[in-house]
Nanobody, 122 residues
Framework: QVQVVESGGGLVQAGGSLRLSCAAS????????MGWYRQAPGKQRELVAA???????NYADSVKGRSTISRDNAKNAVYLQMSEMKPEDTAVYYC????????????????WGKGTLVAVSS
């Protein structure tokens, strides 16, 4: 079993910043890609950002330039720093992980957290 736990969600004012943290633990043989996804009310879940152990990163266009994803490979942890927050960033943010590289991870992650709510007030 692999457990993925997120933290750091909450209420933030528009224009503010937020840092999300996530750690994977349990029966982990090898974690490669870890990423953040979000789902807003009435919308489909979408990728926010992902990072591999090798340092490759991918960002959604909507957060590019105002978000940074980082990894601590030794801890199987991933972090998401978001700035210039907008009301449209309001969503439940999920952390996910897989042993695959991004070429395959983009089609589906294996392990998911329960999500943390981020609400941005205008």
């Amino acid at each position: 079993q692999v457990q993925v736990v997120e933290s750091g969600g909450g209420l933030v004012q528009a224009g503010g910043s937020l840092r999300l943290s996530c750690a994977a633990s349990g029966s982990i043989f090898r974690i490669n890609t870890m990423g953040w996804y979000r789902q807003a009310p009435g919308k489909q879940r979408e990728l926010v950002a992902a990072a591999t152990t090798g340092g490759s990163t991918n960002y959604a266009d909507s957060v590019k330039g105002r978000s940074t994803i980082s990894r601590d490979n030794a801890k199987n942890a991933v972090y998401l720093q978001m700035s210039e927050m907008k009301p449209e960033d309001t969503a439940v943010y999920y952390c996910a992980a897989t042993g695959e590289d991004w070429d395959l991870a983009r089609y589906g992650m294996d392990y998911w957290g329960k999500g943390t709510l981020v609400a941005v007030s205008s």
